[in-house]
Each structure stands twice: as C-alpha cells, then as structure tokens.
C-alpha cells in the first residue's frame, strides 16, 4: 500500500513494514501473528489486520498503534478492508463482517454468514458487498441495516469482487465468475475456466479480467463490434452476431434498446424473464457502402447461413478460405429500387 509516498508491506514475520525511499525502512506496527492482508487508509491512518484476530490502527503522525477490532474465537482477519460511508469493514474468519466507526470508537457486527471471509468487500449503490466461504455473496444496506444473498455459487469465494458497467463480478473457487446485476437481481456465470479463482479481477479497457489457478487469464466484455451492417433491423443484428460467433444460437435472443449505432441482445426463458445481455456496437452502411461489394466476404455470408438454415443440427466453425478465381455465374440480376 502507498501512504505519503511511502510504502507498506505486512509481513509473516508479524509486523508491519514502511518503505521510505529517501531513508530506508522500519518496522511500524507489531502484531501477534501473521499480517498478510494488504491494508487500508482512512483520514491519514493505516489500518491492517493480523492472524491475532485483530485489526491494528496505525497513526503515522505519532508514530502509535492500537487495535481497533477484536474478532470472535481467535479467528484471522484476512480482509484487507474497506471504507464505506467515513467507517471501516473487514472480514473475520469467524464468519462475521465488522464495522468500525472512528468517531466513536465501536464495533459492531453487521454481516453474519457460515463460513470464513477472505475477501475485502466492495461498494456498489451505497451498498457493501462481501464473498463468504459459504458460497455466497452478501450486501448490506446500511440505510435499513439489512443484509441479503445476492449470488450463490458452488464452491467458496475468496474474490474481494470488481465493479464493472453498475455490475458485480466475483470469482469463486468452483473455477467460475459470477455476474450480478443489482438493477435485475439476477447473477450469471459470465466466465468458466479449469481452475480456482481466487484473485478480484481488474477492469482495463472497457473489459474484464481474472486470473485463474489454471495457468491463464481470462478477458471477458459485454460488448461486442459488429463493423459495419447495413440495416439494424433485428434479423440483420442476430445474423451478423451469430456469424462471427458460429456455434452461437441466436433463436431465443431478442434485441431490445435499440439505436442506429447499438442494441442489447437479451436472452428470454418461458417465463419472459430476462437473464444476461450482451451491448453490440455497429455502424450502418451509408448508400455508397452498400453499393460496393466484397464478394469474397458474400459469398463467405451466403455460405454460413445456406449450411445453418438447412443443417439446424450442425455447429458451423469457420470458412477458411474461398477460391472466387474459377467461380461460375449464371442467372445474376441487379435491381434498383427507386421511391
């Protein structure tokens, strides 16, 4: 963590280390046991917690320490922590969320669930988010003191979680990541690999993504570029999606918020309820586009969607490549269309 240009580093030797670059390092915060989380910072202290059960406050301005929460039974605190509404959070082994408020000094418990938190919890909507090892994702309005399950996943979860487009994303360790849009109430896998996920994900450019014990980095977008089409008609958007997405079916989505350069394709059960989205962006063709063919890339289209139609059974991959030098015409007419 950096503080006034600075760095801080807990340590399993139990203690705290400050970096100071211009004039070596010391050690700042002695605690019992194992510091392994990486801190927060609020109104000019530091604030980590141990292996000891405690959360340690550090004042760089005098240079003192305190413990500031007592978990229950002797249990770690693993969470880095969170600041949320001028109060701290963190996460206890003991299988509770704590709040502590500086300006009064009391702690308070205001998340309970069945299994160990790793994690540091995230803000969305002025509302907390905290992943349990019981497999599931808890929010906590502090308006109504209320908490409530907003994602249940297969395996434990020691993801802190990501904001992404107003939506949360948590890895578990049942190898997937899980998408939960507060507007809908509704969760999703949006990304499946062969390993735990334990790490939070990061966003960068418009996509997101997360490391798995697998080996590899998965990237995932809600967006997604058609190019150029020449109409948004819905049947032009779908069949534009599903050919550069071959072993996509396209027969339950629907488009919805449509604009001349984007549309959401939604999915739909029986129930007419809505579940996942994709944002494809486009741009239509103007006149002297449409005028100009790439026969290649036609004929590729009529291909697709000739052996799709007529093989609903068949996943279509790819075309590699097709020879339009040797190629027979007959019976082609072009027609104008004139108001």
Not at 151 to 167: A, L, P
Not at 220 to 238: A, E, H
Not at 312 to 335: A, M, W
């Amino acid at each position: 963590m950096v503080f006034n240009n600075k760095l801080y580093f807990g340590s399993w030797d139990k203690n705290v280390y400050e970096y100071d670059p211009a004039t070596g390092q010391q050690m700042v915060i002695k605690a019992n046991s194992v510091v392994q989380s990486s801190g927060v910072v609020f109104n000019n202290k530091l604030y980590f917690g141990s292996w000891d059960k405690n959360v340690y406050e550090y004042d760089p301005a005098t240079g003192q320490q305190k413990i500031i929460i007592k978990a229950n039974k002797n249990n770690w605190v693993h969470s880095s922590g969170v600041v949320f509404n001028n109060k701290l959070y963190f996460g206890s082994w003991d299988k509770n969320v704590y709040e502590y408020d500086p300006a009064t000094g009391q702690q308070m418990v205001i998340i309970t669930t069945k299994g160990a938190i790793f994690a540091s919890g995230i803000i969305l909507n002025n509302k907390l988010y905290f992943g349990s090892f019981d497999h599931n994702v808890y929010e906590y309005d502090p308006a109504t003191g209320q908490q409530k399950t907003v994602i249940k996943t297969e395996e434990g979860i020691r993801s802190s979680g990501v904001v992404f487009n107003n939506k949360l994303y948590f890895g578990s360790i049942d190898h997937k990541v899980y998408e939960y849009n507060p507007t809908t109430g509704q969760q999703k896998v949006v990304i499946t690999t062969n390993g735990e996920i334990k790490s939070s994900g990061i966003v960068f450019n418009n996509k997101l993504y997360f490391g798995s014990g697998d080996g590899n980095i998965y990237e995932y977008s809600n967006y997604y570029n058609l190019g150029q089409i020449n109409n948004n008609s819905d049947n032009t958007i779908l069949n534009e999606l599903n050919y550069l997405n071959p072993d996509l079916d396209i027969s339950p989505l629907e488009t919805v918020n449509k604009t001349n350069n984007s549309s959401i394709i939604k999915k739909n059960n029986s129930n007419n309820k809505y579940f996942g989205e994709v944002i494809v962006n486009y741009k239509i063709k103007n006149k002297d586009e449409i005028s100009t063919i790439d026969l290649n890339e036609l004929i590729k289209k009529a291909s697709f969607f000739k052996f799709r139609d007529e093989n609903p059974n068949l996943k279509f991959k790819e075309i590699n490549y097709i020879d339009i030098n040797n190629l027979n015409f007959s019976d082609i007419e072009i027609t104008k269309k004139e108001n």
